[in-house]
């Protein structure tokens, strides 16, 4: 079903979310604890999360689940309840959401690395396959694998979602700008790379997430735009490049910095913008505002 497709029609651009994390860990969320373990644990500040983004004007939220696969859900002893805890992330968010507003399931990469054999394709595809079935069953109305650096592990990520599911699926990958001016992932893809080749396997909607403020995400949009006209482009840009300031990171571009970009972002062929890391339900106002 191309029901975000659907929606960016006739020149839409559609306002996503922000940064779920940094929201969490403002509530409460401390270094250690597993982040998706607060879809059954704290509810009532996930969903404070999900409505912050829905109230600031997104026209689509994310779900708590960004590391919520076997791989990464074996480090705090929760692996046999990957099902549950993405059932309820989709769930928390389906609640805020309400009718006007779409639901993306959030998957995130495992943060092992196949080519080290710390995880087998197999491995990776059934923990994926199981997120993808909690996040649709929940109510989730697209699957969006992001902060991808590895094609192959993004492709897996891909084909176990359109194989389990009917709903469209969104990839983004993270791309760093090099010392000459190329975009390209921590394992050298560029967006080049990644628009042929998620293209060929069934993508439906391409993008770019964190590594970069809004600014950097222009160029590699364009290049996206290079190679694929059509194709919707989602971006969830941070907010500004991070800096170290007494002891911590910050993300140090305002809302109204960050907004002050949208226009040339749309411009060069973003269809969906939102935000990563450092981005709050103020950002996401500034960003809908612009955008109306």
Sequence with gaps: MQVITNAIKNGNVLVSDGAWGTSLHQKGLSGDE?????????EDKVYETAKSFVD???????????????????????QDKTYEINYQAAKISRRAAGDNVFV?????????????????????YEGFKTQAK????????????????????????LNAAKQNTSVEVIVTMTFEKSVDDNYHTMMGITPTDATHTLMNEGVDIIGANCGNGIEGM?????????????????????????????????????PEEMAGYVTRLVDAGANIVGGCCGTTPEHIRHIADKLQ
């Design 218 to 254: 222009i160029g590699i949009v364009k290049e996206i735009r290079s190679v694929a006209k059509d194709i919707p482009v989602l971006i969830h840009a941070n907010a500004g490049i991070p800096e170290y300031r007494d002891g911590r990171t910050v993300f140090p571009e305002s």
């Design 56 to 78: 600031a004007g997104s026209k689509l939220i994310l779900t708590n689940s960004f590391g919520a696969n076997p791989a990464k859900l074996k480090g705090y002893n929760l």
């Design 134 to 157: 909690g996040l649709v069953d929940g109510g989730a109305n697209a699957i969006l694998i992001e902060t991808m650096s590895d094609l192959e592990e993004a492709k897996i990520a």
């Design 34 to 42: 597993c982040p998706e373990l607060w879809n059954l644990e704290h």
């Design 104 to 124: 993306l399931g959030s998957i995130g990469p495992t943060g092992k690395m196949l080519m080290m054999e710390e995880i087998t394709e197999e491995e990776m």
